[in-house]
Nanobody, 126 residues
Framework: QVQLVESGGGLVQPGGSLRLSCAGPGFRLDHYAVGWFRQAPGKEREGVLCLASSATTTYYDDSLKGRFTVSRDIAKGTVDLQMNSLNAEDTGVYYC???????????????????WGQGSQVTVSS
């Protein structure tokens, strides 16, 4: 059973940056497709992007291209979401999810990823 842990959330001012990390202690996340999702207050959970084991990035929300990027930290065993130029609309709980095999990113839905983290709160406010 893969357990995912997100870290790095918090309060940031508009225009600022945050980096979230997703770890799967004891598991090789580089063998999985790892997706990032977010859920704003009062809204449905939505897909942000996914990093496949092939190192291909799939954006579930094309409007985030240019501000959000994803990378794998091999040394730490994490998949990191870098978020820049944040605004209030980016506020929400951010989740990472993993699916094996990971060569291709699955569609952005709850039932297409088998493993989920508990979420990390990101608040963009002055």
């Amino acid at each position: 059973q893969v357990q995912l842990v997100e870290s790095g959330g918090g309060l940031v001012q508009p225009g600022g940056s945050l980096r979230l990390s997703c770890a799967g202690p004891g598991f090789r996340l580089d063998h999985y497709a790892v997706g990032w999702f977010r859920q704003a207050p009062g809204k449905e959970r939505e897909g942000v992007l996914c990093l496949a084991s092939s190192a291909t990035t799939t954006y579930y929300d094309d409007s985030l291209k240019g501000r959000f990027t994803v990378s794998r930290d091999i040394a730490k065993g994490t998949v990191d979401l870098q978020m820049n130029s944040l605004n209030a609309e980016d506020t929400g709980v951010y989740y990472c999810a993993a699916q094996f095999p990971g060569r291709l990113c699955p569609p952005p839905a709850r039932n297409t990823y088998e493993y989920w983290g508990q979420g990390s709160q990101v608040t963009v406010s002055s």
